[in-house]
């Protein structure tokens, strides 16, 4: 009333007719509340928490190995595949693998499946609300992930059950996203936010692997028991005010590309061999151009967001001369202050570091996280920021990139501004606490077994 009677004054101090007075009065406030309701919430991170699968679930290469001759003693040379592919993966001593990838041989059900996801989301969970100090309630908005696993009742059923959350809860499962998945659900999430004033969002990324046990033939069908490991997260995003002060992030962009309208996109696979005849994990040529083309697609739509006026030009340029000089990789360094690169395994982080130009330093908390937990999917991102932040490397003001990569063929990004500083004694270790002063490690390019 106070705005309405301050624009009627001026118009009649300005002597306007009254005709047009209160057309204009309309359109003056249809305008402001347009531009208010209009504007974008900002979307904070308010904690995350990544789970530690117990060490009985261990599964050294030792162990690995022996269990790959004995399910594959009628095909050695499928259990030889397996061995290569390990020998080359990156992967360390310490990861874990369900209950079922210790039978001999593998029997997946049902059971086991929902075995290992309760054991991984209900942990990450409580530990995200210990570290939080909220109560299962105040939850309203629940995203879950996971491509293998769809169980019904869904995984975000489940949860909403064990912890007992209110019955106006608005919950969504996500399956068959792959290992970009996490990006998407945070993507979801965020625009929830935009809608629902002053509430919490809890995304939970996983892959559930039971499922993923594969005694077949197909060498390109062997390849994903190598390399996937158990690991789970639990995100917690909020668009209230007063959480400013204590969440870690802001997140400032999200950037999807999708290329399934490529049929080779849509199909593309591993390779079980290189030119020289070396069995290895390398990218097949059909993936190695969908993946740079994914990429491109994505930094293309990035770059004008977050590049300095330097790097833009720099950008526009080439981008118009292209077809004379190739394509055109900013140097992303002078932007962001962290990269967290989708843990895929170790040809994707080492073409990732080539197209990008990254130093090994950027590069670290993707090898080190394939090598302590191995390839954990859509939650890998996750694990990898945890890692940055045990190394008290976070500071306030820097600016962080996720990416990840998909099956589809998929490539999303996720931009988040710290929103304070991380202290150690205060936020924890993580899933680093009991390690973090092992990291890094030397992994070498061949271990022989």
Same mark, same amino acid.
């Given at each position: 009333?106070e705005? +309405?009677?301050f624009?009627?004054h =001026?118009?009649?101090?300005?002597?306007?007719?009254?005709?047009?007075?209160?057309?204009?009065?309309? #359109?003056?406030?249809?305008?402001? #509340?347009?531009l208010?309701?209009?504007?974008?919430?900002?979307?904070?991170l308010?904690?995350?928490?990544?789970?530690?699968?117990?060490?009985?679930?261990?599964?050294?290469?030792?162990c690995?190995?022996?269990?790959?001759?004995?399910?594959?003693?009628?095909n050695?040379?499928?259990s030889?595949?397996?061995m290569? #592919?390990?020998?080359?993966?990156?992967?360390?001593?310490?990861? =874990?693998v369900?209950?079922v990838g210790?039978?001999?041989?593998?029997?997946?059900?049902?059971?086991?499946?929902?075995?290992?996801?309760?054991?991984?989301i209900?942990?990450a969970?409580?530990?995200?609300?210990?570290?939080?100090?909220?109560?299962?309630?105040?939850?309203?908005?629940?995203?879950?992930?996971?491509?293998?696993? =769809?169980?019904?009742?869904?995984?975000?059923?489940?949860?909403?059950?064990k912890?007992?959350m209110?019955?106006?809860?608005k919950?969504?499962?996500?399956?068959?996203?792959?290992?970009?998945?996490?990006?998407?659900?945070?993507?979801?999430?965020?625009?929830?936010l935009?809608?629902?004033?002053?509430?919490?969002?809890?995304v939970?990324?996983t892959?559930?692997?039971?499922p993923?046990?594969?005694?077949?033939?197909?060498?390109?069908m062997?390849?994903?028991?190598?390399l996937f490991?158990?690991?789970c997260?639990?995100?917690?995003?909020t668009?209230?005010?007063?959480?400013?002060?204590?969440?870690?992030?802001?997140?400032?962009?999200?950037?999807?590309?999708?290329?399934?309208?490529?049929?080779?996109?849509?199909?593309c696979?591993t390779?079980?061999?290189?030119p020289?005849?070396?069995?290895?994990i390398l990218?097949?040529?059909?993936?190695?151009?969908?993946?740079?083309?994914a990429?491109?697609?994505?930094?293309t739509?990035l770059?004008?967001?977050?590049?300095?006026?330097?790097e833009?030009?720099?950008f526009?340029?080439?981008?118009?001369?292209?077809?004379?000089?190739?394509?055109?990789?900013?140097?992303?360094?002078?932007?962001?202050?962290?990269?967290?690169?989708?843990?895929?395994?170790?040809?994707?982080?080492?073409?990732?570091?080539?197209r990008?130009?990254?130093?090994?330093?950027?590069?670290?908390?993707?090898?080190?996280?394939?090598?302590?937990?191995?390839?954990?999917?859509?939650?890998?991102?996750?694990?990898?920021?945890?890692?940055v932040?045990?190394?008290?490397?976070?500071?306030?003001?820097?600016?962080?990139?996720?990416i990840?990569?998909?099956s589809?063929?998929? =490539?999303n990004?996720?931009?988040?501004i710290?929103n304070?500083?991380?202290?150690?004694?205060?936020?924890?270790?993580?899933?680093?606490?009991?390690?973090?002063?092992?990291?890094p490690? +030397?992994?070498?390019?061949?271990i022989?077994?």
């Open positions: 009333m705005l +309405c009677s624009i009627f =001026c118009f009649n101090t300005f002597k306007i007719p009254n005709i047009i007075c209160p057309s204009l009065v309309f #359109i003056i406030l249809f305008t402001l #509340i347009f208010f309701t209009s504007k974008q919430k900002v979307v904070y308010l904690d995350y928490a990544c789970n530690i699968p117990p060490s009985y679930l261990r599964a050294p290469s030792s690995f190995i022996e269990h790959s001759r004995i399910i594959f003693k009628d050695p040379k499928a030889h595949f397996q290569r #592919i390990l020998e080359r993966s990156g992967l360390g001593e310490e990861t =874990c369900p209950l210790h039978y001999i041989p593998p029997e997946p059900t049902i059971e086991l499946a929902r075995d290992e996801a309760e054991l991984l209900f942990s969970i409580d530990e995200l609300f210990r570290k939080v100090g909220l109560k299962p309630k105040d939850i309203g908005i629940l995203v879950t992930n996971c491509s293998l696993f =769809c169980p019904s009742p869904s995984l975000s059923s489940m949860i909403v059950n912890y007992k209110r019955s106006s809860i919950s969504y499962s996500l399956s068959g996203m792959g290992c970009s998945a996490s990006p998407i659900s945070i993507d979801l999430a965020h625009k929830l935009q809608v629902w004033p002053n509430s919490y969002a809890l939970v990324s892959e559930i692997i039971t993923n046990c594969y005694m077949g033939l197909e060498r390109s062997l390849v994903p028991h190598c490991r158990m690991g997260s639990a995100i917690l995003l668009n209230k005010w007063a959480e400013r002060n204590r969440s870690k992030y802001r997140l400032e962009h999200i950037v999807r590309t999708h290329l399934g309208s490529n049929d080779k996109a849509y199909t696979v390779q079980e061999e290189d020289k005849g070396n069995v290895g990218l097949s040529k059909d993936l190695m151009v969908i993946a740079g083309e990429l491109k697609s994505n930094i739509k770059g004008p967001l977050v590049l300095p006026v330097s833009k030009t720099r526009v340029l080439h981008f118009i001369a292209q077809k004379y000089f190739g394509p055109f990789i900013p140097n992303f360094s002078k932007v962001f202050d962290h990269f967290c690169i989708h843990a895929g395994g170790r040809a994707v982080i080492d073409e990732l570091q080539k990008l130009k990254l130093s090994t330093l950027q590069v670290e908390a993707s090898r080190m996280v394939l090598h302590r937990f191995g390839n954990t999917s859509s939650s890998s991102i996750w694990y990898e920021l945890s890692y932040e045990a190394k008290q490397r976070m500071k306030k003001g820097d600016r962080v990139w996720q990840a990569f998909g589809g063929f998929k =490539c990004s996720l931009v988040w710290c304070r500083n991380i202290v150690d004694k205060f936020d924890g270790y993580g899933p680093w606490k009991d390690c973090i002063d092992r990291y490690v +030397c992994v070498p390019d061949i022989e077994f």
